[in-house]
């Protein structure tokens, strides 16, 4: 069976350093992968998203980056955290026909200071 | 582009009353429609979906219905239990099959009180 983990699942961080949060997959394939950000009020906002190595598609423009650097694994990344960066992170993933259906992992709690 | 529109909450119930969470949406097609569960502290699980008009989605006493001539996607359970509390997110999915994931609503904060 798949499952995905991400870690660290909590993380307080001085402004201005640096950020990184990782993601993997197990038991699937080629699999689509995506970071979503929760901040309190605001539902889900999609971040980046990737349908394969070295891929990475930008929703908006910020302070973070992603990368790729394995078909499994999905990494977060920041040179300088904002507060504004504080907030829970989801990494999902998807099969590559895109059935719609995400499988979530345990989310990653950053608090920037 | 797509949205998906839900109450936001927080909505409090007591225990064993009948639930309801509203979720409209708007799509330029014929999107599947989701509804994902959120516990404290833990990431999204799907707790059920349905893939086109009129089907009937189901899972652990809850229900929705895919309303094509409302677009509308109704969270519902007879009798709600404390271990419910949770946060509900509504979502879609674009039927071009983008990779772009799923719109997701704001999410609806359930309590529910002994």
């Known amino acids: 069976s798949q499952t995905i983990h991400q870690w660290p699942a909590t993380l307080v961080q001085p402004v201005g350093s640096p950020l990184s949060l990782e993601c993997t997959v197990e038991?699937?394939?080629?699999?689509?992968l995506y970071w979503y950000r929760q901040a309190a009020g605001r539902g889900l906002q999609l971040l980046f998203y990737?349908?394969?190595?070295?891929?990475i598609s930008s929703e908006v423009p910020q302070n973070l980056s992603a990368s790729r650097p394995q078909d499994r694994q999905f990494i977060l990344s920041s040179k300088k955290l904002l507060l504004s960066d504080s907030g829970f992170y989801l990494c999902?993933?998807?099969?590559?026909?895109?059935?719609?259906?995400?499988?979530f992992g345990e989310g990653s709690r950053l608090t920037v200071l | 582009g797509d949205s998906v529109t839900q109450m936001e909450g927080p909505v409090t119930l007591s225990e064993e009353a009948f639930l309801t969470i509203n979720c409209t949406y708007t799509?330029?097609?014929?999107?599947?429609l989701f509804w994902y569960v959120q516990y404290p502290g833990e990431g999204l699980q799907l707790l059920l979906k349905?893939?086109?008009?009129?089907d009937k989605g189901s899972n652990k006493g809850f229900e929705a219905t895919y309303r094509k001539e409302t677009t509308s996607f109704h969270l519902e359970k007879g009798s709600v239990q404390v271990s419910d509390s949770a946060v509900y997110f509504c979502?879609?999915?674009?039927?071009?099959?983008?990779?772009?994931?799923?719109?997701f609503g704001k999410g609806t904060h359930l309590i529910i009180q002994p």
């Open positions: 799509a330029t097609g014929y999107p599947s």
């Open positions: 990737s349908v394969g190595i070295g891929q």
């Open positions: 349905a893939t086109k008009a009129d």
């Open positions: 038991g699937t394939s080629n699999p689509n």
């Open positions: 999902a993933w998807s099969v590559l026909a895109n059935t719609g259906e995400l499988f």
């Open positions: 979502a879609l999915s674009d039927p071009g099959g983008g990779a772009d994931g799923l719109t």
